[in-house]
């Protein structure tokens, strides 16, 4: 990118210094025009350049999320959340939300058992990721594509991606 500017700039250079190439000034100016939009969109690219974007990068550090176990430790029957045991049994409903706070969005997830209600939000929760991953594993019926549930007028929205089928059996009771 540099030895590009560095280019630009001598051909800027000797374009001003022998000004009318070509005995025409129209092919001049274009040529110092080309010149000036080559050294703004390089320089911008060389500014932003410690941003990476491309594919393997964000492919990686999306890897590096998905494997990252965070505050959760996974059994077969369940999770670790700190020192409370979870199990995949005992989870009736799971939602996904989202709240605006201070020009940005806070995204978590919401799980509710049979005996207590969990939150754990993008920010304060580490391997989120992880977690999301093993509920759709290890819960049937896990919804990707579900409808909005729950909105209002603070700019909460919640979703359900997961709810445990209730299976009532009635063999007790005799019909006459």
Known sequence: MKKLILVVALILIFVLYKYPIFNSIGISYSIIFSGF???C???AKLYTSDI???YESVEKETDKLHQNDGDFRYSGEGFYVKKEFIKWTEIVEVYSFSIPVLHRKQTGIEIITDKKQYEFNDD???GIEKLTDKLSENLPDWKLNSTLM????YGLRKVK???RNVKITIDHLKFS
């Open 37 to 39: 939009v080559v050294l």
């Open 41 to 43: 969109f390089a320089g």
């Open 52 to 54: 990476k974007d491309d």
């Open 124 to 126: 304060n929760t580490s």
């Open 150 to 153: 729950v909105s209002n007028n």
């Open 161 to 163: 991606l997961y709810e």
